[in-house]
């Protein structure tokens, strides 16, 4: 059996690979995808310390760091279930179950599309989901939120500061987001809200140049022409698979603890599926790091 066995390949899974195998004890990550998110992504700014790099560079770095340690890496292979017996047991998709002391969490998370035309077109091309990550991007253009809860109006007010003005656009006939954060917008003099409204496609040619709505009370369809879409219509965290077993938010983000403890004894969870509130690779690596330290502390007292 291994005695860290990480599943999940992005930011926080390396990092907990690299910290748990620096320990000289048993280590296997288990990765759907090497890279995570981070294969998605072009430009990576704030990854500090780095001042500029892409996606699939960092994603190799973090491959070529992780193998420079006596780390089992099985790649393209998808965890399916978990159980706690003598030992944690992980089933894979292929069916083979490996059996660890502890186990480290650190599936991850991905956006939610508005699965109109467009946007699956013109990703990285004007169409954005991170605000904190591509907002800079955007300084002095316009562009449009698509979403009225929280992260929608936070990533609106915070764009607000950036951008030349932003639309705000809600399916529902209110928005959801806490009533401070909608004083908070309505005070600020470069946004219009549109509520009620269904997107209905994200336009452009070689990038995004507008968006096209309906009115859903009346039917009436408008277009706002503008240089950046951010869909902010959820993050969901890839934590189906865990079922009942560790504790987890109404939202499916894994409860932990500040050592990276799950309710599970032995199980630890990192990064963006966690119930953390800010989803960053630094802050994933981070935390990556944390579970780790906090696995190989639950190792030597147990
Ligand atoms: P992920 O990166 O989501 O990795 C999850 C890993 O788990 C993957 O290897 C996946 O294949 C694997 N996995 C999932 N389910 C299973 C399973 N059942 N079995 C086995 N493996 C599984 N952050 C920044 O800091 N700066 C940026 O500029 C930035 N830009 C971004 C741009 C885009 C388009 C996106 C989508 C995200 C961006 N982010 C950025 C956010 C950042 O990528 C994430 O916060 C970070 O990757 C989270 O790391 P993670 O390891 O927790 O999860």
């Not at 002391?101 to 035309?117: D, E, F």
């Not at 309906?214 to 240089?227: C, K, M, N, P, Q």
């Not at 932990?256 to 509130?277: E, I, K, L, Q, R």
Request: charged share 20%; aromatic share 6%; glycine share 12%.
């Amino acid at each position: 059996p291994f005695d860290v066995l990480v599943i999940g390949g992005g930011p926080a899974g390396a990092s907990a690979a690299i910290y748990a195998a620096r320990k000289g004890i048993r280590t296997g990550i288990v990765a759907e995808r090497f890279g995570g998110q981070v294969m998605d992504t072009v430009g990576i700014e704030n990854f500090i310390s780095v001042k500029y790099t892409e996606g699939p560079k960092l994603a190799a770095s973090l491959e070529e760091h992780v193998k420079e340690y006596n780390v089992d890496v099985m790649k393209l292979q998808k965890a399916k279930s978990l159980a706690k017996k003598d030992l944690i047991e992980v089933e894979l998709e292929n069916g083979a179950v490996l059996k660890s002391k502890t186990v480290i969490l650190s599936t991850g998370a991905r956006w939610r599309n508005v699965g109109v035309p467009g946007e699956a077109e013109f990703k990285n091309k004007g169409v954005a989901y991170c605000p904190h990550c591509d907002g800079p991007l955007f300084a002095g253009k316009r562009v449009a939120v698509i979403g009225g809860g929280n992260s929608g109006i936070e990533a609106a007010i915070d764009l607000a500061g950036i951008v030349s003005h932003v639309t705000v656009i809600e399916f529902n006939p209110e928005l959801k987001a806490d009533s401070v954060l909608q004083d908070r917008l309505y005070s600020l003099p470069n946004v219009t809200v549109v509520k009620n409204a269904q997107t209905k496609e994200i336009t452009g040619t070689d990038k995004v140049n507008g968006i096209t709505y309906i009115d859903r009370e009346s039917g009436a369809e408008s277009h706002v022409e503008l240089e950046g879409v951010f869909v902010q219509i959820g993050l969901v965290p890839n934590t189906d698979w865990l079922g009942d077993t560790v504790e987890r938010t109404r939202m499916g983000e894994i409860v932990v603890d500040n050592h990276g403890a799950t309710s599970v004894p032995g199980v630890f969870a990192a990064g963006d599926c966690t119930n953390s509130p800010y989803k960053q690779i630094i802050i994933s690596m981070g935390s990556g790091a944390n579970a780790a330290l906090g696995a190989f502390d639950y190792l030597i007292r147990n």
